[in-house]
């Protein structure tokens, strides 16, 4: 596990407990931190991340491109930068999308309703050290995540690979 991993998976246990403290606070059921025991974390869930051989601008555009070009439907983008901006604190250039198709989304739902949890699907585009990236969870990690059959995913992690490869070469 990298450093970064054992640092996300800590402070999503900080989170939880965090979260489970507040629901308790404003009067959330006795039984809300049995829910939490029925959390199961994977720890080895690095998103893929690729270097862009593209500028951010670029980046951005050409993954546009290749999700509008596609069955998949792009839901929304959000400017995290912009979002910084807006109560004055800087951050790198970060565009989040959100797409899906639900003629492949829908039978992974039906396998597992959780897996709502990370449908529609979601690409980042951020500036990390000056190099410009491209991240994701893997169709892989979604089956792993939710207990998904295999061939279920394929669909998903096919078009992952074609968006990001469009978007970085």
């Not at 999503?12 to 404003?26: F, P």
């Not at 699907?121 to 979604?142: F, I, R």
């Not at 059959?149 to 992690?157: G, M, T, Y």
Request: aromatic share 6%; glycine share 6%.
């Amino acid at each position: 596990m990298s450093f970064i991993g054992s640092k996300f998976a800590a402070a999503m246990s900080v989170a939880l407990v965090g979260a489970i403290a507040a629901c308790a606070s404003i009067g959330a059921p006795a039984q809300a931190p049995v829910i939490a025991q029925e959390v199961k974390v994977i720890v080895n869930s690095d998103p893929v991340v690729i270097v862009s051989k593209n500028s951010f601008a670029d980046t951005v555009a050409k993954l546009k491109a290749a999700i509008e070009a596609s069955p998949a439907k792009l839901v929304a983008l959000v400017d995290h930068a912009a979002g910084a901006a807006s109560v004055n604190l800087p951050l790198e250039p970060s565009t989040l999308f959100i797409f899906g198709n639900p003629a492949i989304g829908t039978p992974v739902m039906q396998a597992n309703p959780l897996a709502g949890l990370d449908l529609p699907l979601k690409m980042l585009v951020y500036v990390d050290g000056g190099q410009v990236k491209v991240a994701y969870v893997s169709g892989e990690q979604l089956a792993a995540r939710y207990k998904l059959e295999k061939l279920s995913i394929e669909r998903i992690d096919a078009a992952l690979g074609r968006f990001s490869a469009a978007a970085t070469q």
